[in-house]
């Protein structure tokens, strides 16, 4: 899965299926992501000095990153992307159904030394 911080992706399955957010982080370890707005969960603070009122503080938690696909602006869908090489030597991603590409993934090789 080629997939950045910043990009929108749409959530495939799970409580939050089609839900549209932007990736706020990628733990490539775990193989998981945070996504804007998908699995959050709400944490009550109890009152107390510092919050007189108490609050409700929320938190995205991240999910697998195999539970999103990249959200294709052509088609208006997630779609499965591939990589490519561009003609100036750098790497893409492209949508398999549309063909646009959807972002640089490393810059062109320039071989001068
Ligand atoms: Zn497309």
């Known amino acids: 899965?080629?997939?950045?911080?910043?990009?929108?992706?749409?959530?495939i399955s799970g409580d939050d299926r089609g839900v549209r957010g932007k990736v706020l982080h990628i733990d490539r370890e775990k193989g998981k992501l945070v996504v804007e707005g998908v699995n959050r969960v709400y944490k009550h603070v109890r009152r107390?000095?510092?919050n007189p009122q108490g609050v409700r503080l929320s938190k995205e938690m991240p999910i697998q990153i195999s539970n999103v696909l990249l959200y294709c602006s052509r088609c208006n869908k997630p779609t499965r992307t591939g990589t490519r090489q561009a003609?100036?030597?750098s790497k893409e991603r492209f949508c398999r159904k549309c063909d646009a590409a959807l972002g640089q993934l490393s810059p062109s090789k320039t071989k001068d030394k």
């Open 1 to 11: 899965m080629h997939l950045k911080t910043n990009d929108i992706v749409e959530v």
């Open 87 to 89: 003609t100036d030597g």
């Open 48 to 50: 107390s000095q510092k």
